[in-house]
């Protein structure tokens, strides 16, 4: 039931204005309040939180890609624990694709406390309590990586990545579409028997098989007049 009268403001953010300390400190499960840290970012205060904390638990997050593996086959739906016959997070009848670690905005993985509590989403932690990326990236308040686990059960589309340049210009024109800024430099780590394609056959290479074999001859279509 909802309070009868207006509810007390039981953050200290009127507390740290009032006194301006150069560090605002959190112990066990305590975090910091929408409030609180506006008000450390405000007045520069460094904020330490769950100091003596257990571990924090991350979940990932799922994404069914078409080409990705059937439940039952997939890595991914076994790392998640949704590999099982009466998972009830996802139809089976839904590939599991990709398992995705980190704060992307277009899947940022939860935080869990083992010790209960209701779950929150990385990117808020990070903002609130960036000590936990060390001191190099306490400014940007993200992680400079996203971990992946891939499921791949047939072809996937062809990808081109932009330099960080590019990346930061295209975040910055369309971000519904390109929804961070960076150029997504990627290392690749075979968990199993794996076989893949990445780039194109040499020049030279596809001229000759454009020679040989009609369908592909057709599908590329006469070179311009004086073209090659």
């Known amino acids: 039931s909802g309070c009868s009268r207006p509810c007390k403001d039981e953050s200290v953010a009127g507390t740290l204005r009032m006194l301006h300390p150069d560090v605002f400190a959190n112990g066990g499960k305590q975090r910091a309040t929408d409030k609180e840290a506006s008000v450390c970012a405000e007045l520069g205060i460094k904020m330490v ?47 599991y694709a990709e398992l995705w670690m980190g704060d992307h905005p277009s899947g940022p993985s939860q935080v869990h406390s083992p010790s209960g509590g209701t779950p929150g989403c990385l990117i808020h932690t990070l903002q609130t309590s960036p000590y936990m990326l060390g001191e190099k990236l306490q400014e940007v308040k993200q992680l400079p990586f996203l971990m992946k686990v891939l499921s791949i059960h047939k072809a996937l589309s062809i990808q ?26 990627e290392i690749a780590i075979a968990l199993t028997d794996f076989e893949a394609l990445c780039g194109f056959r040499p020049i030279p290479e596809l001229v000759r098989l454009a020679d040989a074999v009609p369908e592909l001859s057709d599908a590329i279509g006469s070179p311009p007049p004086g073209g090659v």
Not at 164 to 182: T, W
């Open 160 to 185: 081109a990545h932009p330099d960080r340049s590019l990346a930061a210009k295209l975040h910055a024109e369309r971000p519904d579409v390109y929804k961070d800024a960076n150029h997504k430099p």
């Open 49 to 95: 939180i769950g100091l003596g904390v257990e571990m924090l638990i991350l979940q990932p997050f799922t994404q069914h890609y078409d080409w990705g593996k059937p439940r039952s086959k997939s890595a991914v739906a076994a790392l998640t624990g949704a590999d099982a016959f009466n998972s009830p997070q996802v139809p089976s009848a839904k590939p």
